[in-house]
């Protein structure tokens, strides 16, 4: 599917490639016509090649705003996929897709009305789990992967969250259970942060990193409730991720998270 194909409103071009990237690409296809085996290719040559060969910028379906259309809005999966595709500094087109009135064609691609979707080898691939490690596989400089027995770290921050966000009473555990897989997670990051997987940032992060923004700003909206200063690490490691160029370019409005959350809460 083209953009063409798509209502120009539900469309964003945004194509992306960093400079720096495409200036290598140039200089690399002036040096050689006929690259060496890719065994004796060094890691950046590969990544190189395999940019290189991208006829068109990948497509990604992710969720339009509910406050400001035109913007990304607050899916804390398509901003995994987002991240992962900037940091993998690969080029790629948004489509927005208004989820409160899916279009036609975006059935067609997501039969279920589900984002994030993105077109790869021209066979779109549904779920973020199944989009990363696709791009991973395809891509696989600079890599994301992390060592197996971190992977789930942190994964249970974002179920606690939901259910302390959704509680209606105040001694029912919620809170508690949040502040548990908080502490866990504090205490991996101390022992071996910076990251997850250590010192460089892994898919483990970019998944993580998106759910505690959201837990971050509906539990300041609707809890009044931040981050304790008796987790120090948790408050470094969502400072460091949130300042990062990618995760500013790929974030929800706050307002999007609040209007997003509302009816979890309300309901």
């Known amino acids: 599917m083209s953009s063409a194909t798509a209502p120009a409103a539900l469309v964003l071009s945004s194509s992306v ?3 720096s990237s495409a200036r ?3 200089q690399f296809a002036r040096l050689s016509i006929y690259p060496p085996p890719l065994r004796q290719q060094r890691p950046g040559c590969r990544r190189l090649l395999a940019v290189s060969a991208l006829a068109e910028p990948l497509e990604v379906c992710v969720k339009d705003s509910v406050t400001t259309p035109g913007k990304l809005g607050d899916c ?3 901003q995994r996929v987002l991240l992962t595709l900037e940091v993998k500094q690969l080029p790629y087109e948004t489509k927005l897709v208004d989820l409160g009135n899916k279009p036609e064609w975006f059935l067609k691609v997501s039969p279920e009305g589900k984002v994030p979707v993105l077109k790869l080898d021209e066979k779109w691939i549904l779920d973020s789990d199944v989009i990363t490690q696709a791009l991973e596989e395809k891509f ?3 890599s994301l992967a992390v060592a197996p027995e971190k992977a789930s770290v942190g994964a249970k921050i974002f179920p606690t969250f939901i259910g302390f966000l959704k509680s209606k009473d105040p001694s029912d555990g919620t809170e508690q259970a949040l502040l548990t897989e908080l502490t866990s997670f504090n205490d991996h990051i101390k022992d071996n942060g910076p990251f997850i997987n250590g010192k460089d940032i892994s898919a483990a992060d970019l998944s993580l990193a998106p759910k505690l923004y959201h837990m971050d700003i509906a539990l300041g909206h609707y809890k009044k409730w931040s981050v304790p200063d008796s987790l120090p690490y948790v408050k470094s490691y969502m400072k460091s991720i949130f300042s990062l160029p990618s995760f500013i370019k790929t974030r929800a409005q706050p307002e999007d998270v609040v ?4 009816p979890k809460v309300e309901g």
């Not at 209007?259 to 509302?262: E, P, S």
């Open 259 to 262: 209007a997003g959350w509302g």
């Open 24 to 26: 290598r690409i140039s």
């Open 140 to 142: 696989p400089d600079p």
């Open 76 to 78: 804390p999966f398509s």
């Open 17 to 19: 490639l960093f400079a």
